[in-house]
Nanobody, 122 residues
Framework: QVQLVESGGGLVQAGGSLRLSCAAS????????MGWFRQAPGKEREFVAT????????AYADSVKGRFTISRDNAKNTGFLQMNSLKPEDTAVYYC???????????????WGQGTQVTVSS
């Protein structure tokens, strides 16, 4: 089992920045790839970014590419999502997830955090 706890969400104006954290406990964090997903009201949960176990390989949704950066610190069992140039359409609950491979598919992640709310005002 891997337990994941997100933090860092909040209310920010358009154009601003937030840094989300995902603290992992339980099994060895470096054994898992990590992903960030988000879910806006009335919409399905969607892929945002993913990072491999080593941190070498990353991938992003087109909607956030160039604005968001995913990273991880395996020594501290923590993952991050740096979000810059935020837009109102980025408003959602953001979830971190852990799985065997870095992937865009929700179905490939076995462990999920409880989510953190990000609200971007216009």
């Amino acid at each position: 089992q891997v337990q994941l706890v997100e933090s860092g969400g909040g209310l920010v104006q358009a154009g601003g920045s937030l840094r989300l954290s995902c603290a992992a406990s339980g099994r060895t964090f470096s054994n898992y790839a990590m992903g960030w997903f988000r879910q806006a009201p009335g919409k399905e949960r969607e892929f945002v970014a993913t990072i491999s176990r080593s941190g070498i390989t990353t991938a992003y949704a087109d909607s956030v590419k160039g604005r968001f950066t995913i990273s991880r610190d395996n020594a501290k069992n923590t993952g991050f999502l740096q979000m810059n140039s935020l837009k109102p359409e980025d408003t959602a609950v953001y979830y971190c997830a852990a799985g065997p491979v870095a992937a865009r598919s929700i179905n490939l992640y076995a462990y999920w955090g409880q989510g953190t709310q990000v609200t971007v005002s216009s």
